[in-house]
């Protein structure tokens, strides 16, 4: 169940035939606001409401971990359920439980939008089902009794050695190594900043699990950003590393602020309004190192534009409109560049004849 925000989920407007569901269920009627008094007993946390969490939050908000190809695995939003301090604590965009209020709480809120909303959680799988809220409803209502239940402490220790990114008996990637350079002494970002983000319907992945540098995108929400609503980024551009703009209305307007973002090393433009002599504002970005601009329509400017960008080492630009011949133009241009054109497919294996073909009798 991927939380990302606490603000803009209780701005959102649940499905209300699933709240009045919840809320019959829970022993209330549906114009009631839900309170302890309306909801006694309250649901054992550990027989009743754990389960709920293990078997449908946990793999997304719990202990960051290695995965089966040791890469970390962050808890994703910041935001960790696997303890009751961590759940009182929330994540990234704030609080995500507020006891005696299930009408306020994320946690409740995000399982009743609609099943076309990007924000309904859990992210994967089948949603939660009127039993299992009903629950939750229940437990938030009577102040969210945890009982004996603690969990994860929050000052627990990191994962092991083994587990981390840079792990001594498995050398790191350069580009985790480039991503530690790049930070340097770089503080965590400041939790107002992160709020606006979260606000603008960001998604940030903390890369390095310190909150210093984070990939933002904005899933579900591409048709809201444009060049105005990439002020958004103001408060966080120390901390953006990777900024994915695939699909949304940004245009040219916008690049010469992406430019002084000075930690960004890649921007995805991919099928965006940003033309071929716009790119040249990007050429004083001082860490830009990967350009993705597949599928967004380009002309001959952008040879020029690509190939005065300093710092870059890779370029996508598959279905942008440049022929081959232009992308040869690049590459001699700027032999220190990477130009990803068309994939090479392979040629379809004709079928061999059979030997010895039976007869038909």
């Known amino acids: ?49 754990l389960p709920i969490l293990e078997a449908r939050c946990f793999e997304c908000h719990q202990a960051p971990r290695a995965d089966a190809r040791g890469r970390l695995r962050k808890p994703k939003g910041g935001l960790r359920l696997d303890g009751r301090d961590w759940l009182l604590h929330g994540g990234d965009g704030g609080a995500v439980l507020l006891p005696g209020d299930p009408d306020g709480s994320p ?23 009127d039993a299992q809220t009903a629950i939750l409803a229940r437990w ?8 004996d239940w603690t969990g994860a402490a929050r000052d627990a220790e990191p994962p092991a050695a083994s587990s981390a990114p840079f ?7 350069p580009r985790a190594l480039r991503l530690a350079a790049l930070a340097g002494e770089l503080s965590p970002i400041a ?16 890369l390095l699990g310190d909150r210093r540098l984070f990939a933002v995108g904005f899933p579900g929400h591409q048709d809201q950003i444009d060049d105005r609503a990439l002020r958004s ?17 940004v245009g040219d307007a916008a690049l010469p602020g992406l430019a ?14 940003v033309s071929g002599a716009g790119l040249r504002a990007l050429a004083t ?32 630009l598959w279905r942008s409109g440049l022929e081959e011949a232009q992308l040869a133009t690049l590459r001699a241009a700027a032999p220190r560049l990477t130009v990803v054109g068309a994939p090479a497919l392979p040629e379809p294996e004709s079928e061999a004849p059979r030997a010895n073909p039976r007869r038909r009798r």
Do not use: C, N, W
């Open 191 to 206: 939790p107002d900043a992160m709020k606006r983000l979260v606000d603008a319907g960001a998604h940030a992945d903390d």
């Open 233 to 249: 980024l103001e408060g966080a551009r120390e901390h953006l590393a990777e900024l994915d703009l695939a699909r949304t209305a």
């Open 285 to 316: 970005a001082p860490a830009l190192r990967v350009l993705v601009l597949v599928g967004t329509r380009l002309d001959g400017a952008a040879i020029d534009a690509l190939a005065a960008l300093p710092q870059l080492e890779t370029v996508y």
């Open 1 to 49: 169940m991927t939380m990302r925000s606490s603000s803009r989920s209780t701005s959102r407007s649940p499905s209300r035939s699933s709240l009045a569901l919840a809320l019959l269920l829970a022993g209330g009627t549906a114009p009631q606001r839900l309170s302890a008094q309306e909801t006694t007993p309250a649901p054992d946390f550990r027989t009743e409401v």
């Open 140 to 147: 938030i209502a009577a102040g969210a009794p945890f009982g």
């Open 260 to 273: 002084r973002l000075p930690r960004l090393v890649r921007l995805d433009l991919s099928a965006t309004r």
């Open 107 to 129: 946690l409740l809120a995000r399982t009743l939008l609609d099943a076309d909303d990007p924000d309904l959680m859990p992210e994967r799988g089948e949603r939660l089902s």
């Open 167 to 173: 792990d001594a008996a498995r050398p790191a990637s």
